[in-house]
């Protein structure tokens, strides 16, 4: 990688961090700014770096660092009943990421395929997420999903419309 890959991948897994405790507890899985810190990741930086960057948030994570919801961090919060939605973000950010395409590119992807990819992103890591919670819970599909995807589904589309406009201006600046 070169410097600058280095760079722009350490300052989106900086972005998720600062993101990532930003909570609203709204049942057993908290409202996230982090997932929009994710989009923003694999829009911007493409699929090998946008996982990465998630990655390192996530080894920053379970260092002790208090970067998952709440200002918590650890080994414990992956094994809990979240830490399939923390796992999930990885999936999320490649997902968006080869939906964005190859960031040093003339001319980005558009706006609408880059939020198509995060919409798949976002049925991934629902899916992951929320498996791991009815595993660890012992809850039936439909009480998960009530508790753990629905609730969610507003904000998530506003926060991928969000991304999907900021990510082009950005990656046309970042890659000139």
């Given amino acids: 990688m070169k ?12 972005l998720i961090c600062v993101a990532g405790p930003l909570t609203v ?8 700014l982090a997932s929009f810190a994710v989009y923003l990741a694999g829009a911007i930086l493409g699929w090998k770096r946008g996982s990465l960057a998630v990655a390192v948030y996530l080894l920053i994570g379970l260092a002790g660092v208090p970067v998952f919801s709440g200002f918590s961090g650890g080994v414990q919060k992956l094994f809990g009943v979240t ?23 003339k001319k980005p992807r558009p706006a609408w395929m880059m939020a198509a ?19 660890q819970t012992g809850n039936a599909l439909a009480a998960a999903l009530g508790m753990c ?10 926060k991928i419309a969000a ?6 201006p950005v990656r046309r600046t970042l890659y000139r």
């Fill in 83 to 105: 830490g399939g939605y923390l796992i999930g973000y990885v999936a999320c950010a490649l997902i968006t990421g080869l939906f964005s395409g190859e960031p040093r590119v």
């Fill in 163 to 168: 991304a999907s406009v900021i990510a082009v």
């Fill in 3 to 14: 410097t600058n890959d280095l760079t722009l991948t350490a300052a989106m897994a900086a």
């Fill in 117 to 135: 990819g995060m919409v798949l992103g976002t049925a991934v890591l629902y899916a992951v997420g929320t498996a791991w919670f009815m595993a």
């Fill in 149 to 158: 995807v629905l609730p969610f589904l507003a904000g998530d589309a506003v």
């Fill in 25 to 32: 507890a709204i049942g057993p899985v908290p409202l996230s």
